[in-house]
DNA sequence: CATATGACGTGGG
DNA sequence: CCCCACGCCATAT
């Protein structure tokens, strides 16, 4: 059990985020049993290779991209996700509360507006 | 071994 | 909205 199983358990967590859903590194980390790793989320996201990843699902806790803004990047980001549904608003998406299962419900129609 | 760096998080002013 | 401090953790230098 090493690096390794961890980054296996980061990646499995953020293919688990539903489409049209987000959940914040902290959550990501959270949900990989990795309590407090979310720069390894980063981390580990930033040197994946699968195309498949749903990378772009992954925000801030606060619903921002974590990219610089206008980077390339944080363009590509807020194109895949508003590609799927999700409301983006200045490079800031709405975050499900704490706990919350990110469904994709919830992510098209929101809870009000 | 000491510092510096980030696709981070939380709290406070 | 801004800014700052501090905690956290794997890597890089």
Redesign the pocket.
Known sequence: MG?LSAAAAILAAVRAIPRGAVA????VARRAGLP????????T??S?DDLELP??R?V???GRI???PDSD?WKE?CARLRAEGVKVI?G?VRMPA?GEPATLDAALWGPVD
Not at 24 to 27: D, I, R, T, V
Not at 36 to 43: G, L, N, Y
């Open positions: 690096a914040s590194y902290g959550e407090r790793h979310a720069r390894m989320v980063a981390r996201l930033a994946a990378w772009h992954v801030r806790s606060d974590a990219f610089a990047g980001q200045a800031r704490r």
